[in-house]
């Protein structure tokens, strides 16, 4: 057991991040203490899974909404792809790209819904699964209103997600950007030569343990590394450019160039479509159900009356 926690925290550290490296520096604490035992007693195993996100739904549905058909899907913490982490009880968790997809693909099925909300409050996440969540928010567009808010935060992951919506809205106090992917490779072979401790590897292939964590990173694993890097920076700006209708030129000179921007810095950078709170956006989305309600009763009126005349 004591080998399988370490290979889950050396797989953490060299994942390719879509996400704020401050809070990577705190998970990563987090999963050393859980690997050593010290946490065992209060962290859990945390997995959002696509009926609890449905549950949560229905629930906020049923009490923000009042019936409007507006079902709000949330996305918060760290987003994985299956979200098998480990959560901090002073933290919001974690999220999983398949399962949040799932829970979108029932939303899009759900005839009494006619418009969805995704509330995100992410600093991102690992770049696995998320272009793809990405790519079925874009086809969801054709069938239904899919509107975004980032309330507080979507950074890195969560800003790649929250721009493929229909509209992309952030709080007056929210925070959005971090468009960028980084990479970690830890050298512990000092630290081990001063513990008298030799690591050999054995291995077939000639890349396979192309930057292991016992020898310095040489200058081809890191060549490699950063063009791993940059294929998924680049997947990451031309999401971008599709969702907010810019070139990528654009997304790589401006746009925060990787830092977080504020509210009305990120509406200046057209990173959203405008600033408000989750209620004023709840609001509107009910004024556009209630108005295409009084022009489609408008129409059938209209309708009636032509018949009338016949």
């Given at each position: 057991?004591p080998m399988?926690k370490q290979?889950?925290?050396?797989?953490?550290?060299t994942?390719?991040?879509a996400?704020?490296?401050?809070?990577?520096q705190?998970?990563?604490?987090i999963?050393?203490?859980?690997s050593a035992?010290?946490?065992?007693?209060?962290?859990?195993?945390?997995?959002?899974n696509?009926d609890?996100v449905i549950?949560?739904?229905?629930?906020q549905?049923?009490a923000?909404?009042s019936?409007?058909?507006?079902?709000?899907l949330?996305l918060?913490g760290?987003i994985?792809?299956r979200?098998?982490?480990?959560?901090?009880?002073?933290?919001?968790?974690c999220?999983?790209t398949q399962?949040?997809?799932?829970a979108?693909n029932?939303?899009l099925?759900?005839s009494?819904?006619g418009?969805i909300?995704?509330d995100?409050d992410?600093?991102?996440?690992?770049?696995?699964g998320v272009s793809e969540l990405?790519?079925e928010?874009?086809?969801?567009?054709e069938q239904?209103a899919v509107?975004?808010?980032?309330?507080s935060?979507?950074?890195?992951?969560?800003y790649?997600?929250?721009?493929?919506?229909s509209e992309?809205?952030?709080?007056?106090g929210?925070?959005?950007?971090?468009?960028?992917?980084w990479q970690?490779?830890?050298?512990y072979?000092?630290?081990?030569?001063e513990?008298g401790?030799k690591?050999?590897?054995?291995?077939?292939g000639k890349?396979?343990?192309?930057g292991n964590?016992?020898?310095?990173?040489?200058?081809q694993a890191?060549?490699?590394?950063?063009?791993?890097?940059?294929?998924?920076?680049?997947?990451f700006v031309q999401a971008?450019?599709?969702?907010?209708g810019?070139?990528?030129?654009?997304v790589?000179?401006?746009?925060?160039?990787?830092r977080?921007l504020?509210?009305?810095?990120a509406?200046?950078?057209n990173?959203v479509?405008?600033?408000?709170t989750?209620?004023e956006?709840?609001?509107?989305?009910q004024?556009?159900?209630?108005g295409?309600?009084?022009?489609?009763?408008?129409q059938?009126?209209?309708a009636?009356?032509?018949?009338?005349l016949i």
């Amino acid at each position: 057991e004591p080998m399988n926690k370490q290979l889950l925290i050396s797989e953490f550290l060299t994942t390719p991040w879509a996400l704020m490296p401050e809070r990577l520096q705190a998970m990563t604490g987090i999963l050393t203490r859980w690997s050593a035992g010290e946490a065992a007693s209060e962290k859990t195993m945390f997995q959002i899974n696509a009926d609890r996100v449905i549950r949560d739904t229905r629930k906020q549905m049923a009490a923000a909404t009042s019936g409007s058909s507006i079902a709000v899907l949330p996305l918060y913490g760290v987003i994985t792809q299956r979200a098998n982490m480990v959560d901090d009880v002073s933290g919001p968790g974690c999220t999983s790209t398949q399962q949040f997809c799932s829970a979108l693909n029932q939303l899009l099925d759900d005839s009494s819904v006619g418009q969805i909300l995704i509330d995100i409050d992410s600093p991102g996440g690992s770049v696995y699964g998320v272009s793809e969540l990405a790519n079925e928010i874009i086809q969801a567009r054709e069938q239904k209103a899919v509107i975004a808010i980032a309330n507080s935060l979507a950074a890195s992951a969560a800003y790649w997600i929250g721009c493929s919506a229909s509209e992309f809205y952030v709080t007056p106090g929210g925070e959005v950007g971090s468009i960028g992917v980084w990479q970690a490779h830890f050298d512990y072979s000092k630290a081990f030569e001063e513990d008298g401790v030799k690591p050999t590897l054995i291995s077939a292939g000639k890349f396979k343990v192309e930057g292991n964590p016992y020898v310095p990173l040489d200058e081809q694993a890191q060549a490699f590394m950063q063009s791993r890097v940059d294929d998924y920076y680049n997947a990451f700006v031309q999401a971008v450019s599709v969702g907010r209708g810019v070139s990528a030129l654009d997304v790589q000179t401006g746009m925060g160039e990787g830092r977080i921007l504020g509210a009305q810095a990120a509406l200046a950078q057209n990173m959203v479509d405008g600033i408000a709170t989750f209620d004023e956006l709840l609001a509107k989305m009910q004024a556009n159900v209630r108005g295409n309600t009084l022009s489609n009763q408008s129409q059938l009126k209209r309708a009636r009356n032509a018949l009338a005349l016949i």
